[in-house]
């Protein structure tokens, strides 16, 4: 029998998670490793932050706002996954504490969600689904939030949300380390995909990896760089 259920704090803001291991001790996050370490895509936004620049914008406004959008986007999907699956509590919105604009936006990316979850046949009601999965790897010592499993297509499957224009690199990578702890903690191997969803339009496009074992191997090393690179800096 389904829990009742009970309403969780509000996911208005979301807050960067701390991870800690078995003894307590606080462990990076994933993409923390990545983006500490692996600037794959540094010259691609110097480019962007002149072009903003030279037409008079303020790229820390527009990459605050962006950010803003995909993190509104991503509670609304929360919300209506910890409202609709009867073994989770809901998490709410406080949707007065954002901008008309940028709900706006956040909900073409909620609505393409939705059309997204009834062409890919998801059953949000199964006792299976999760939502924001926190994870630790003992093994390799970092942490990880996942987004959303769920049967797909009748299939357990792993899901990441992102609201970015564009697929990269270090989405993939970020995905390799989500699935390693998927194996470690969970003792399973889901099939893991990539939900990209629009915010000027709800669109979506839906990105299987049925191989990250290359991705893995980067993410690997890119936590022994971040473990030097602590013990550089302390000296």
């Not at 990316?109 to 790897?137: G, N, Y």
């Amino acid at each position: 029998m389904a829990k009742e259920k009970t309403l969780e704090k509000s996911s208005k803001v979301k807050l960067h998670t701390r991870y800690k291991n078995a003894a307590g001790k606080v462990v990076p996050g994933t993409t923390t490793i990545i983006g500490s370490n692996l600037g794959w895509n540094k010259y691609i936004l110097m480019n962007w932050i002149k072009k903003m620049m030279r037409e008079g914008k303020d790229p820390d406004k527009i990459r605050d706002a962006a950010a803003d959008v995909g993190t509104l986007a991503h509670a609304l999907i929360e919300e209506h996954i910890t409202e609709t699956a009867p073994h989770l509590d809901v998490v709410p919105v406080e949707r007065d504490l954002f901008s008309p604009a940028h709900m706006k936006l956040a909900t073409n990316a909620f609505e393409a969600f939705l059309d997204w979850a009834k062409v890919w046949k998801i059953d949000f009601v199964s006792e299976e689904v999760l939502s924001e999965e926190k994870l630790v790897s003992e093994w390799y010592q970092y942490g990880g939030t996942i987004d959303f499993v769920a049967p797909m297509m009748g299939e357990l499957t792993m899901i990441d949300f992102k609201s970015a224009n564009g697929l990269y690199l270090d989405h993939q990578i970020q995905l390799a380390a989500y699935k390693n702890l998927e194996e470690e903690v969970n003792n399973r191997a889901l099939p893991t995909h990539l939900l990209q969803l629009g915010k000027d339009e709800p669109t979506f496009h839906h990105h299987p990896f049925p191989d990250l074992s290359k991705e893995w191997e980067v993410f690997k090393r890119l936590r022994e760089i971040h473990a030097f690179h602590l013990e550089l800096k302390r000296g």
